[in-house]
């Protein structure tokens, strides 16, 4: 029996080996070997144009809408913030625009970290482009800061993890209003989001943490089992 292809987002970023210098398609590693040791095959999605999205969404099983940088804040009708990174256009373009696919055509799938940003905006949801400015403090920015989440445990995110979780998510944007069809199914201990699901769906998560990372790989298993 097959193995399911399992589609993950990847970026281009100039990149070095022995002498050369160049535009590379480029995931970090942790998500492929998670993907692999969940029973999938991981398949990297370039990109490089829309051409090929109803491609993936016709011959994938599942898909992860990676991490990275923050989605671009006009893209959900916020103001520019000089303190985030540059957007990268060409990115939130075939990004939103596979996430609408991959909704449309009931393809499973995982939204980690920025992804599940662009799975909220895709759903036509808006973000806060700056989180301190809102809850008052930069916990949620700190790097390698643990922290417990709360889940509802009748989602498909609790019956996977449970009612709570220690996560370590480093972050600095948030979901603001929820996207058409998305239920917040995780939070921190101030009531920021950090799980939504897709209702109806038989499995589209959003998570603001990096499952793929660490020892606990339940998250990419439920995944691939959907995916099958």
């Not at 970026?11 to 050369?20: I, M, Q």
């Not at 075939?94 to 759903?123: I, S, T």
């Amino acid at each position: 029996m097959s193995r399911p292809l399992i589609g993950i987002t990847a970026h281009l970023e100039a990149a070095r080996w022995g002498t050369w210098v160049r535009e590379a398609v480029l995931s970090p590693v942790p998500y492929a070997r998670a993907v692999e040791k969940a029973g999938g095959v991981p398949v990297l999605l370039p990109p490089l144009g829309l051409s090929g999205i109803e491609d993936y969404t016709g011959r994938l099983s599942g898909l992860i809408l990676a991490g990275g940088t923050e989605v671009d804040p006009g893209l959900y009708g916020a103001a520019p913030d000089t303190r985030l990174d540059a957007p990268q256009p060409h990115r939130d373009r075939f990004e939103l625009a596979l996430a609408r696919a991959a909704v449309q055509a009931g393809l499973p799938l995982l939204a980690v970290d920025r992804g599940m940003h662009v799975l909220n905006v895709a759903q036509g949801g808006t973000l806060i482009p700056w989180l301190p400015d809102v809850v008052g403090h930069d916990r949620h920015g700190e790097a390698g800061r643990a922290h417990t989440i709360q889940i509802s445990v009748s989602s498909a995110l609790g019956k996977a993890l449970g009612d709570h979780a220690e996560v370590t998510a480093p972050h600095r944007q948030a979901v603001r209003r929820l996207g058409t069809g998305l239920l917040a199914v995780a939070w921190a201990d101030d009531q920021i989001v950090e799980g939504v699901e897709l209702q109806g769906h038989r499995f589209a998560v959003g998570v603001q943490w990096h499952p793929e990372g660490g020892g606990d790989n339940r998250l990419v298993e439920a995944l691939v089992a959907a995916a099958e």
